[in-house]
Structure formats: C-alpha cells, structure tokens
C-alpha cells in the first residue's frame, strides 16, 4: 500500500498524462506498456490511488483500461489532441474542477500531476506527500495544507526537477491554467511556460522512481514491455 491511501495525508486530486504520440516508440501507447503484467497506466493509478478524485488525459480507448482497474476515473482529452502536455494538465484539472462543482465541495488544497511512462513513480509520490505534511506541520496547520506557497516538485538524483511528478498546489495550478494572455493558448505550450508563475520548491525522491520511458531503450532498461491484453 503506497502512502497516499494511508491517513495523515493531504486531500488531493490526481491528473495523469496518458496521451502523447509515443513517437519514440513506433507509436506504441506508453500508457499499455506492461511491467510484471501491469501496465504503466495502471501502476500511476495506483500511487494516485488516495486521491479525492482523479483524472486522465488520453484518448477514448483506455476506457476500458480504466473500467477494468475500477479507479473511478474522468477521462478527459486535450484540445486539440496532442498539443501537448501543457494543454493536458489544463483540460484535466479543469474537468476535476467541474466535477469538485457539481459534487457540491471544495477542490483540494493540492493536486497531484503524474505522467503515465514512469513505472516507480510510487515512491516518488509517497515522498512529495510526506513532504507536504512536514510543510503542514512547519507551518503549524494541521490540515495538510500550510501556509507556505509552494508546490512540490520532484527531484532526481542528477538534480533534474521533474514537472510531471508533481505536487501542485490547487490554486495556482488553476491560475496557471486559466490564464489568457498567452498567443495561441495552451496549445504545444511547454510545462516550463504553464509554470513560469507558478512557485514551487524541489524534493529529493528516490532514486530511479521518476525514470520514465521514451524509448525502446528505456523501456528495455527498466523491464518494461509492449503490452498484452490489459492488465492494471
């Protein structure tokens, strides 16, 4: 069990990124990439699995990745499809917004953003939310939120801040979201311009668990497989 379903730890909700070309890997959804029969999607799932509600941003056939790993999850799409990540994180969080809406409650203090090609992305999430709570309890609020402004960005072990492992705080990833004063909108906007308002303070993760795969060469690296019939 990873900690984000342990008590103690902030509300949040979960976006996860699951819908590029794959370009680097003949097309082959990264999202279907298995590791010891479970897909990459499924394995983001389950460290978002304590989220107060979660969505993803991929295209219309992972619905029945989705409903098979009973997550519970908003499927959502990019407009236009793959512009990007930027474009992703937006139509995400902004479907979980409208969603928090119409349940009649508040969106959570924070939000977590994971990209789906990471298959130890766990470790790195249970460490951004302990991170929070030691925020919270600096500050001397007890509700998982502190009074400290920044988001929690992931840190690898060669110093490499990871935008796409992610502990956002809510408000500010939606005014990164919302604003319109960008030509072109979100479309193929770079993570670094959504974020240039955004303030954030690196945490150190362990190491490895925020190694992604771009390549066939990545994925041989880390055991990781083209995909049988889904398993999550």
Known sequence: ??????????????VILAGGRSSRLDGTPKALLQVSGRTLLGIALDAAAGASALAVAGPGNL??????????ALLVREDPPFSGPAAAVAAAFTSLAQHDAGAGRATPDWTLVLACDMPFI????????????ASAAASGNGNGAGNAPE????????????PLAALYRS???????????RPGGLANLSM????????????????HSTADVDTWEDARRWSVEAGRPAQT
């Open 1 to 14: 069990m990873n900690a984000s379903t342990q008590q103690g730890f902030p509300r949040f909700n979960a």
């Open 63 to 72: 619905a029945a990745t989705l409903e098979h790993a009973g997550a519970g």
């Open 122 to 133: 766990a470790a790195a999430v249970d460490t951004l939310l302990a991170a929070a709570v």
């Open 151 to 162: 988001s929690l960005l992931a840190v690898d072990e060669t110093g490499r801040a990871q």
């Open 171 to 181: 408000a500010e990833l939606g005014e990164a979201v919302s604003q319109s004063d």
């Open 192 to 207: 670094k311009r959504l974020l240039a308002r955004v303030q954030w303070r690196d945490v150190l993760v362990p190491a």
